[in-house]
């Protein structure tokens, strides 16, 4: 099984720009998840999704979009980069949203916005 | 407000010593604590997940152990290896309607040969 996969790994966005950061899962897993992570900040979560159809708002939410058309893909949008959007972005899945069963995390995507 | 710290932020330590990575949170109201390992450049491995109803978790050379009431878990390895260099994360849920998973910054080790 390959995972919870993110797609690109590294970007280089210019102000104002727009772009999707990608991730998929063969886990069959309901509950997906975006998070950032900064130095000295710890993880973040942008959005996450109990099911194909429902997503929610985590602790940063502005400046991003998200979708939850399958099981199996979540993407993140990005509609205005900022540089306060230069980060490393992680997708993670679990099983059950009760946290009965661990997260699993994608390789990241490293975003910079100049 | 839950919070969570991890100490010390970061431990170097010759090859073959058994070490203890600390986590401490200041709600006991949790649900569970996970324990993650972070290499560089990668994403996050969940090592250990530990219900609030548990004491304590193991596999192979790893070994969590919680006590709600004081706070506290700790990371026990076993014969530290190079390999087991990167850094280590805990995360608590917390119990109740928010349920939110709440992360500290981690631990990062490194094991000299």
């Known amino acids: 099984n390959a995972g919870v996969t993110q797609t690109p790994k590294f970007r280089i966005l210019k102000i104002g720009q727009s772009m999707t950061l990608q991730c998929t899962q063969d886990?069959?897993?309901?509950?997906m998840y975006w998070y950032r992570q900064d130095p000295g900040m710890g993880l973040k979560l942008i959005y996450y999704?109990?099911?194909?159809?429902?997503?929610d708002k985590g602790e940063v939410p502005n400046g991003y979009n998200v979708s939850r058309s399958t099981t199996e893909d979540f993407p993140l949008r990005l509609e205005l980069a900022a540089p306060s959007q230069t980060s490393v972005y992680f997708c993670?899945?679990?099983?059950?949203?009760?946290?009965?069963?661990?997260?699993?995390f994608g390789n990241g995507t490293r975003l910079t916005v100049t | 407000k839950q919070e969570v710290t991890q100490i010390p932020a970061a431990l170097s330590v010759p090859e073959g010593e058994n070490l203890v990575l600390n986590c401490s949170f200041t709600?006991?109201?949790?649900?569970?604590l996970q324990w993650f390992r972070q290499d560089p450049g990668k994403g996050l491995t969940s090592l250990l997940l530990i219900q609030s109803s548990q004491r304590e978790q193991t596999s192979g050379r790893l070994n969590a152990s919680l006590d709600k009431s004081s706070g506290r878990s700790t990371l026990y390895i076993a014969a530290s290896q190079p390999g087991d260099s990167a850094t280590y994360l805990c995360?608590?849920?917390?119990?109740?309607?928010?349920?939110?998973?709440?992360w500290g910054l981690g631990t990062s080790l490194a094991v000299n040969p």
């Open positions: 709600d006991s109201a949790i649900y569970n």
């Open positions: 999704s109990v099911g194909a159809g429902i997503t």
């Open positions: 886990m069959n897993h309901n509950y």
């Open positions: 995360a608590v849920l917390n119990a109740g309607n928010n349920r939110k998973l709440i």
């Open positions: 993670a899945s679990s099983g059950s949203g009760t946290g009965a069963s661990p997260l699993h």
